[in-house]
Nanobody, 125 residues
Framework: QVQLVESGGGLVQPGGSLRLSCAASGFTLDSYSIGWFRQAPGKEREGVSCISASARVATYKESVKGRFTISKDNAKNTVYLQMNSLKPEDTAVYYC??????????????????WGQGTQVTVSS
């Protein structure tokens, strides 16, 4: 059974950093792409970053480019989202999602078929 568990969220001051983890079980990441999404209260879910099965392709939402970095550790079957220079507008519940795919990745939520439960990120002074 495909399962994703996010962790690493929390409260951080503006300008601070957090590293989110998405631990996968029931499958191996080398054949699956992973996307990170977020949803703030009253707003639609949006794609933040994604990484392909091969890790050769990584894509970022424009507003997080240069601040967020996605990576994967196949040995740990885990994908990470390093978030630096956090801003209050980054506050949201962050979700990871996965789909089996040859390569490439997407920031569109309907491209994925399995989702984690989410982790809260709050950026506030």
């Amino acid at each position: 059974q495909v399962q994703l568990v996010e962790s690493g969220g929390g409260l951080v001051q503006p300008g601070g950093s957090l590293r989110l983890s998405c631990a996968a079980s029931g499958f191996t990441l080398d054949s699956y792409s992973i996307g990170w999404f977020r949803q703030a209260p009253g707003k639609e879910r949006e794609g933040v970053s994604c990484i392909s099965a091969s890790a050769r392709v990584a894509t970022y939402k424009e507003s997080v480019k240069g601040r967020f970095t996605i990576s994967k550790d196949n040995a740990k079957n885990t994908v990470y989202l390093q978030m630096n220079s956090l801003k209050p507008e980054d506050t949201a519940v962050y979700y990871c999602a996965t789909v089996q795919t040859r390569d490439g990745c997407s920031l569109l939520g309907n491209s994925y078929d399995s989702w984690g439960q989410g982790t809260q990120v709050t950026v506030s002074s």
